[in-house]
């Protein structure tokens, strides 16, 4: 899957069932793309702001990788 362009549904759910079935935490590429999915689903389509273009390490960053964590069920409170 291409970093440069958010996930696309089908490819969500793909990524989604792969983790389950494998019982596997996703790689930091996959939450990266499920991070590019919600913001381009939430904050994205309202800014215009790619999620390339998201400041590493800010808070809406973090906030979306932790989106995607949940999302793909990978999520360690204590480590957030």
Not at 31 to 43: P, Y
Request: glycine share 4%; hydrophobic share 40%; net charge positive.
């Amino acid at each position: 899957m291409k970093l440069d362009q958010p996930v696309h549904s089908k490819a969500f759910h793909k990524l989604l069932i792969r983790c389950f079935a494998e019982q596997r935490r996703p790689t930091e590429e996959e939450v990266d793309l499920m991070a590019s999915k919600i913001w381009q689903e939430s904050h994205g389509s309202v800014t215009g702001q790619q999620w390339w273009d998201v400041t590493r390490g800010s808070d809406a960053h973090r906030q979306m990788i932790n989106a995607a964590l949940m999302a793909l069920g990978s999520y360690d409170r204590k480590a957030a």
